[in-house]
Nanobody, 126 residues
Framework: QVPIVESGGGLVQPGGALRLSCASSGTRLDAYAVGWSRQGPGKEREEIAC????????YYASSVKGRFTISRDKTKSTVNLQMNSLKVEDTAVYSC???????????????????WGQGTLVTVSS
């Protein structure tokens, strides 16, 4: 497993924006496909985004598509998640992880994960 630290969580009002960052303390994330997931109170974990190692392919869950954007910062070896038009239902602990393996089905990126990071809390409330 790759040690990862998430940051950027906090309190934001509905309609606001927040940017999360995923960084590795030991190894560079550039060599891995990296994804974000979230788990709200009493809910199952939901995989919401993934980006390939080269940054050319991405995946988004329908619940966040069009509002969230995953990207790579090659100079800092980090993976970011820009969250716009936040809703109350987006409230959750957001975690990232390096994919154990990836595949391309029907031309779409598919990421598989095993261990997620500790996460950072995002609270959307007025």
């Amino acid at each position: 497993q790759v040690p990862i630290v998430e940051s950027g969580g906090g309190l934001v009002q509905p309609g606001g924006a927040l940017r999360l960052s995923c960084a590795s303390s030991g190894t560079r994330l550039d060599a891995y496909a990296v994804g974000w997931s979230r788990q709200g109170p009493g809910k199952e974990r939901e995989e919401i985004a993934c980006i390939s190692g080269d940054g050319k392919s991405t995946y988004y869950a329908s619940s966040v598509k069009g509002r969230f954007t995953i990207s790579r910062d090659k100079t800092k070896s980090t993976v970011n998640l820009q969250m716009n038009s936040l809703k109350v239902e987006d409230t959750a602990v957001y975690s990232c992880a390096a994919a154990s393996f990836v595949s391309y089905l029907g031309g779409k990126l598919s990421c598989n994960f095993e261990d997620w990071g500790q996460g950072t809390l995002v609270t959307v409330s007025s």
